[in-house]
């Protein structure tokens, strides 16, 4: 398989029943991470992102990272 084609598969894979906010523990939905994200970009502070969401401040940071939400475009 070459290394495009490992791509379009990737990209084609449904997600896992856990994943984002199929999981029965997650605390926001995928319009919340774009909002956090957007905010972020905007120049919003974490923690102040993290009260109006009721995440703590790290979950904020690893979403405005991209190491969490990862599948949320």
Same mark, same amino acid.
């Given at each position: 398989?070459?290394?495009?084609?490992?791509?379009?598969?990737?990209?084609?894979?449904?997600?896992?029943?856990?994943?984002?906010?199929?999981?029965? /523990? %997650?605390?926001?939905? *995928?319009?919340? #991470?774009?909002?956090?994200?957007?905010?972020?970009? @905007?120049? $919003?502070?974490? /923690? %102040?992102?993290?009260? *109006?969401?009721? #995440?703590?401040?790290?979950?904020?940071?690893?979403? @405005?990272? $991209?190491?969490?939400?990862?599948?949320?475009?």
């Amino acid at each position: 398989m070459s290394e495009s084609q490992g791509v379009l598969s990737v990209a084609n894979v449904t997600l896992p029943p856990s994943v984002g906010e199929r999981n029965s /523990a %997650a605390k926001l939905t *995928a319009e919340q #991470v774009r909002a956090i994200r957007a905010a972020v970009a @905007a120049g $919003g502070r974490l /923690a %102040a992102l993290a009260v *109006a969401f009721g #995440v703590s401040p790290r979950t904020v940071r690893h979403i @405005a990272r $991209g190491t969490s939400w990862t599948h949320v475009r």
